[in-house]
Nanobody, 112 residues
Framework: QVHLVESGGGLVQPGGSLRLSCAAS??????MTWYRQAPGAQRELVAV???????NYADSVQARFTISRDNAKNTLYLHMNRLKPEDTGVYYC????????WGQGTQVTVSS
């Protein structure tokens, strides 16, 4: 079983940027995704990337977020620009369509 560790979250002002990382304990041969969960809300899919690098995004983050992966380092990234208060939440990574055990996530708070 692959273990996932998310990092890079924090407090940022609206309009700011963050880069999240997701380190996997082993090789990943599937598509990977970033999810987020806002307070009191269900977990939602933010972005997905295939092993070959094809990406897709939720409408709410299109043109602001960029998902990428380094297969040699077993690491997934999420570059987030022009952050908005509604981007606040805990961000998780996982494989797709069959998820591994969920990591602890990383908190992103967008507030002035």
């Amino acid at each position: 079983q692959v273990h996932l560790v998310e990092s890079g979250g924090g407090l940022v002002q609206p309009g700011g940027s963050l880069r999240l990382s997701c380190a996997a304990s082993g090789s990943i041969f599937s598509a990977m995704t970033w999810y987020r969960q806002a307070p009191g809300a269900q977990r939602e899919l933010v972005a997905v990337i295939t092993k070959g690098g094809i990406t897709n995004y939720a409408d709410s983050v299109q043109a602001r977020f960029t998902i990428s992966r380094d297969n040699a380092k077993n690491t997934l990234y999420l570059h987030m620009n022009r952050l908005k208060p509604e981007d606040t939440g805990v961000y998780y990574c996982n494989s797709y369509p069959i998820p591994y055990n969920w990591g602890q996530g990383t908190q992103v708070t967008v507030s002035s």
